[in-house]
C-alpha cells in the first residue's frame, strides 16, 4: 500500500470515528449508564416504519376498534328476542346495553396508563382476549342476570381509542397525524353502524344466542389479525428491546427509558393519568364543549338503535330492512371522511412553508360548516316520520346521512385538535 494510499484510508476511519461519535448515544447519568433516546434510533422506531407498513398496522386497529363498537351496537337486536327468552320487559333487556356503554366508557380510561407502561401489544391482546371471553357466558347465559354481567365485564375490558389513538402518536408525528387520526375515527363510528346492519339479519334467521356468538366470532378474527400482524409500536417500549439488543452485541452501558426507572410505575401515576382526562373537562372550556357535542352525536346513533323500528313500521319495513336504514348514517361517515381531504391537505402545504403559521384550532374550521349539519338532520328526521302516504321513506334516511356527516365531523375534529396539542 502507498503512503498517499495509507493516509487516505486513516482519514477515512477517523471520519467515521467522528461521524460514529457524533450519533452514537451520550451518557446522562451519574453512574455512566447511558439511556438511549428516541432520536439515537429514529428509524428503529415506529416513525421509521414504512408508509406500507404503517398503513397496514392502522388498517387492523381499524377493524379492531370497529369489532368493540360493533359490541356495542348490535345488542339492540338482541333486545326482543331477550325479552321474550327470559319474560322481562323491553325496557329492562335494554339494561345490558346500557351497562356496556357506561363500562365501555370507563374501560378506554382505566387500559390508557398500561398502554403507555407496558405497550400497545400486549394491552390491546389482552383487552380483545377479556372482550372475547366475556361473549361465551352472555351466549350461554341460562337467566338474563348474567348477561348483564357479562356484558359489563366485556365493557370494562375494552380499550378503545386509549390505545388505538395512542398508536397513531406512535407511527406519526403531531403534524402528519391528520390522515390517520380520520381512519381511526372512521372505525369507531362505522362500527356503530355496522351493529345494526349485521344484526337484522341475526334477529331475523337465528336465535338471540347468535348475538353474542357473532361478536365472539368478530373479536377472534382481529384479535388473530392483530396478533399475527401488528408489531409493538411504543416508543419506550421499543427502546428497551433496541438497548437490549445492542448490551449483546458489546454496547454494555446502554439501558433503555424504563430500564432505568427504579419503579416502572407507581399507584400515584396511575391516579394522575386516570384523573388528567376528567381535570380537563373542568379546566379546558373547549375540551368540554367538543366532549359534550361528540357525545351528544354518538349516542343519536344508540337512540337511533330503538326510534328507527317505530318510524320504518310505518313503511312495512321488516327487522332486517329496518337495519339496512342505517346504510345512509354509513354513507354519511364515508361523505365526511373525504370531505377532511382537501382541507388537510391544505393545512399541511401551508405547515411546510411555516410550521407556526397556523393554530390548533384551525382544524376546527370545517366543523362549523358540518356540525349545524346535525340540528338540519334531525329536524327533517322529525319532520319527514309522518309516514306514508305524506312522506316517501327515503327522505328521513336522507336526513339521516346528515346526521352522519356531522357525526364523524364532530368525533373526528376535535380528536386531531387534541392529538395536535398533545
Not at 487516505?8 to 477517523?14: A, Y
Not at 342476570?145 to 365485564?153: E, P, Q, S
Not at 328521513?396 to 365531523?409: D, K
Request: glycine share 6%; aromatic share 14%; charged share 15%.
Amino acid at each position: 500500500m502507498s503512503a498517499t494510499e495509507a493516509e487516505k484510508t486513516v482519514q477515512n476511519e477517523e471520519s467515521k470515528s467522528e461521524e460514529a461519535s457524533e450519533t452514537s448515544p451520550k451518557p446522562t447519568r451519574e453512574d455512566g449508564k447511558i439511556e438511549l433516546q428516541e432520536s439515537d434510533c429514529y428509524d428503529q422506531l415506529g416513525f421509521g416504519f414504512p408508509l406500507w407498513k404503517r398503513w397496514t398496522i392502522l388498517t387492523v386497529i381499524f377493524w379492531v376498534q370497529m369489532s368493540m363498537n360493533f359490541n356495542a351496537s348490535v345488542y339492540a337486536n338482541g333486545i326482543i328476542p331477550l325479552s321474550e327468552q327470559f319474560h322481562i320487559s323491553k325496557q329492562a333487556a335494554r339494561v345490558g346495553q346500557m351497562v356496556f356503554l357506561v363500562a365501555y366508557a370507563f374501560g378506554s380510561e382505566l387500559w390508557a396508563p398500561w398502554s403507555e407502561e407496558l405497550g400497545r401489544w400486549p394491552v390491546l391482546q389482552l383487552s380483545l382476549f377479556f372482550v372475547n371471553i366475556w361473549q361465551i357466558p352472555a351466549a350461554l347465559a341460562p337467566n338474563f342476570g348474567t348477561i348483564v354481567v357479562a356484558r359489563f365485564l366485556g365493557g370494562i375490558s375494552s380499550a378503545g381509542g386509549s390505545v388505538t389513538l395512542g398508536m397513531v402518536a406512535d407511527m406519526w408525528e403531531a403534524d402528519d397525524q391528520q390522515y390517520a387520526v380520520a381512519y381511526v375515527v372512521l372505525s369507531s363510528v362505522g362500527g356503530s353502524v355496522l351493529g345494526p346492519i349485521v344484526g337484522g339479519f341475526i334477529e331475523t334467521y337465528l336465535s338471540w344466542h347468535w348475538i353474542f356468538w357473532i361478536q365472539l366470532i368478530f373479536g377472534a378474527a382481529v384479535q388473530a389479525a392483530h396478533f399475527f400482524l401488528v408489531p409493538e409500536t411504543r416508543a419506550t417500549i421499543m427502546l428497551d428491546k433496541i438497548a437490549k439488543k445492542k448490551r449483546k452485541a458489546g454496547e454494555t452501558n446502554i439501558y433503555g427509558p424504563n430500564e432505568l426507572k427504579e419503579h416502572r410505575m407507581s399507584m400515584k401515576e396511575v391516579l394522575i393519568i386516570w384523573y388528567r382526562p376528567f381535570e380537563m373537562f373542568i379546566r379546558e372550556p373547549i375540551v368540554l364543549c367538543l366532549s359534550l357535542l361528540s357525545g351528544f352525536s354518538d349516542a343519536l346513533i344508540f337512540t337511533f338503535l330503538e326510534s328507527y323500528a317505530p318510524v320504518f313500521k310505518q313503511w312495512n319495513f321488516n327487522t332486517y330492512q329496518t337495519g339496512l336504514a342505517f346504510l345512509p348514517i354509513a354513507i354519511g361517515y364515508f361523505i365526511a371522511y373525504f370531505s377532511f381531504f382537501p382541507f388537510i391537505h391544505r393545512h399541511r402545504a401551508i405547515r411546510r412553508k411555516d410550521p407556526d403559521a397556523l393554530q390548533p384550532e384551525a382544524r376546527l374550521y370545517w366543523l362549523l360548516w358540518t356540525a349545524p349539519l346535525e340540528t338540519i338532520g334531525l329536524f327533517g328526521f322529525a319532520w319527514t316520520s309522518l309516514g306514508p302516504p305524506q312522506v316517501h321513506w327515503i327522505a328521513p334516511l336522507i336526513f339521516s346521512a346528515l346526521v352522519g356527516i356531522a357525526n364523524v365531523s364532530a368525533s373526528g375534529l376535535p380528536v386531531s385538535l387534541q392529538r395536535s396539542k398533545s
